[in-house]
């Protein structure tokens, strides 16, 4: 019976390891997702703005002659119906 007990007493004491390892993981893995997950803001964020310059590039050197004339086609209201 004494090898039963000594079996005993080394398990409870991988539990207690096992406890005590567990109850240290619990705020460093925490701390792991908080930080992956700024990791991934970070990188979704970095990622719009470079689309983005990258897509206001691609329209700048694809313009055509009529973009530099914004309002050519456009009629206003106010040219019609004056000095009469």
């Given at each position: 019976?004494?090898?039963a007990?000594?079996?005993?007493?080394?398990?409870?004491?991988?539990?207690?390891?096992?406890q005590i390892?567990?109850?240290?993981?619990?705020?460093?893995?925490?701390?792991?997702?908080?930080?992956?997950?700024?990791?991934?803001?970070?990188v979704?964020?970095?990622?719009?703005?470079?689309?983005?310059?990258?897509?206001?590039?691609y329209?700048?050197?694809?313009?055509?002659?009529?973009?530099?004339?914004a309002?050519?086609?456009?009629r206003?209201?106010?040219?019609?119906?004056?000095?009469?």
């Amino acid at each position: 019976m004494s090898v039963a007990a000594e079996v005993l007493s080394t398990h409870e004491e991988s539990l207690s390891e096992e406890q005590i390892e567990a109850e240290e993981q619990g705020p460093s893995s925490a701390l792991k997702v908080l930080g992956w997950l700024s990791v991934g803001v970070a990188v979704a964020a970095v990622g719009l703005y470079v689309g983005r310059e990258l897509r206001n590039r691609y329209k700048f050197n694809h313009r055509t002659p009529y973009d530099f004339y914004a309002n050519a086609g456009k009629r206003q209201a106010g040219e019609f119906g004056l000095g009469i």
